[in-house]
Structures are given as structure tokens and as C-alpha cells.
């Protein structure tokens, strides 16, 4: 019983991680409108992203964005996306994964932490100004 819910868990995780990179892929496709573009590079940069609205640690509620957010995100993305772009875009995600994982994924990872440094900087900087005034 164990082993089955296992197994289903690890196959949807391979799914999600799937439709990440097909998404990717996707959001480069000029037939994909201006905001479902904006909406699946969102979805993108939150899954990849090291730093997680919840953080990790949390018990319980850590993972709650990665089970639930992620998920929804994908879902909505997907309904913005024409089918035959998605089709495309998952045949690329499959041969991009089956050979190493895609060179964007880092280049997105240190993009978003470099956002999310830039936002602490000027939020630490606001601080900082509205003390000093």
C-alpha cells in the first residue's frame, strides 16, 4: 500500500518537474500571448527559486507553497498555453531531461536570487531612510 502511494507521488513529482521545463520552453514560443508568457516565466522563476515564499524549515506549512502554489500555477499556465505549443514544448522538456538538466535552470536560479538580494537591498534601504527621517 505503502509502496504504491510511493510510487504515484514520485511519478507526479517527475510530471511537475516536467511540465517546469515544458513550460520553460513554452514561454519562448513567439504563438504564446504576452500574459500567459509573464504568467508561466512567474510560475518558472517560483519553482526554481531557492528562496520560497514559506520557508522550509517551517514544520508542516514549509512545504504547503511546493504542494499547493507550484501545482496551481502549472495548472493555470497551462490553460493559457495553446495545446500544440504545450506538446512541443514537453517534447523538448523530455529530451532536455533525458540528457542533463537544461543550463537555464541555473541561469534562472542565480537571476532569482539575485532579484530576491536586490528586493532585501531596497527594503533594507527603506528601512533604514524612514529611520533616519
Known amino acids: 500500500m505503502c509502496r504504491a502511494w510511493q510510487d504515484k507521488l514520485g511519478a507526479r513529482a517527475e510530471r511537475l518537474e516536467s511540465d517546469i521545463y515544458a513550460l520553460y520552453y513554452a ?3 513567439p504563438r504564446v500571448s504576452w500574459w500567459a508568457r509573464g504568467w508561466a516565466l512567474l510560475v518558472v522563476a517560483y519553482a526554481l527559486s531557492p528562496i520560497d515564499l514559506i520557508p522550509d524549515f ?3 506549512l514549509g512545504y ?3 504542494l499547493i502554489l ?3 500555477g502549472i495548472a493555470l499556465a497551462l490553460k493559457m498555453i495553446p495545446a500544440d505549443v504545450m506538446t512541443e ?3 523538448r522538456a523530455v529530451q532536455a531531461l533525458q540528457k542533463e538538466r ?3 535552470a541555473r541561469v ?3 537571476v532569482i536570487v539575485a532579484v530576491w538580494l536586490l ?3 531596497w527594503a533594507i534601504w527603506r528601512v533604514v531612510r524612514a529611520a533616519q527621517s
Open 64 to 66: 504547503l507553497d511546493d
Open 102 to 104: 537544461p543550463a537555464a
Open 119 to 121: 528586493l532585501l537591498a
Open 108 to 110: 534562472a536560479g542565480v
Open 89 to 91: 514544448a514537453r517534447a
Open 58 to 60: 517551517i514544520p508542516l
Open 70 to 72: 507550484v501545482p496551481l
Open 27 to 29: 514561454y519562448r514560443d
